[in-house]
């Protein structure tokens, strides 16, 4: 049940697009189209942002979107705003566990 | 309002036994799976534990597998973890998590601390 694997950081200027991917194998992301991505807020719970690679739950916008190539998904929110700022977390289904988590990456609005 | 909220956390003496409590309220419970997911202090999200909505597929991620048990009560509109066995490495936020596509609602969280 390895994580999957994000990067540790990203940062953004306000207005910019930035995206974080996720690697894991074909036992996870690449071999499924259940790839979910959630943010949190400090001292909050997490929230659902996207769900089956690259749908947004009703309330999300429409700056948030998801991909998959391969073994890699991708988050990408455009129109960078300072609330965006959080830590955002992958979820895939996989053949093992059944679910597991990336290790998170903190996105910071310069 | 949709809302799910979490209890039963405290502290605990290594080896001692806890039981989580999430209520769901705002939703027909009986429809949905539910997890337990768990977040150490300064860590990422761990996922713990799956429970279908008949109780009658159940996971466990290998690190408590054979320590947590997961339940739920539908006529309670209630989710449970029965924690034994239990570690310093558990000591972490644990929220219950509904599951449709993605885990899209999500309680406030209860603190599980596991110390002498």
């Known amino acids: 049940q390895s994580a999957l694997t994000q990067p540790a950081s990203v940062s953004g200027s306000p207005g910019q697009s930035i995206t974080i991917s996720c690697t894991g194998t074909s036992s996870d992301v690449g071999g499924y189209n259940y790839v979910s991505w959630y943010q949190q807020h400090p001292g909050k719970a997490p929230k659902l942002m996207i769900y089956d690679v690259s749908n947004r739950p009703s309330g999300v916008s429409n700056r948030f979107s998801g991909s998959k190539s391969g073994n890699t998904a991708s988050l990408t929110i455009s129109g960078l705003q300072a609330e965006d700022e959080a830590d955002y977390y992958c979820?895939?289904?996989?053949?093992?566990?059944?679910?597991?988590f990336g290790g998170g990456t903190k996105l910071t609005v310069l | 309002e949709v809302q799910l909220v979490e209890s039963g956390g405290g502290l605990v003496q290594p080896g001692g036994s806890l039981r989580l409590s999430c209520a769901a309220s705002g939703f027909t419970f009986s429809s949905y799976s539910m997890n337990w997911v768990r977040q150490a202090p300064g860590k990422g999200l761990e996922w713990v534990s799956y429970i279908s909505s008949s109780s009658s597929t159940i996971y466990y991620a290998d690190s408590v597998k054979g320590r947590f048990t997961i339940s739920r009560d539908n006529a309670k509109n209630s989710l449970y973890l029965q924690m034994n066995s239990l570690r310093d490495e558990d000591t972490a936020v644990y929220y219950c998590?509904?599951?449709?596509?993605?885990?899209?609602?999500w309680g406030q969280g209860t603190t599980v601390t596991v110390s002498s």
């Open positions: 979820s895939s289904y996989t053949s093992s566990s059944p679910w597991v």
């Open positions: 998590a509904r599951h449709l596509t993605g885990m899209d609602v």
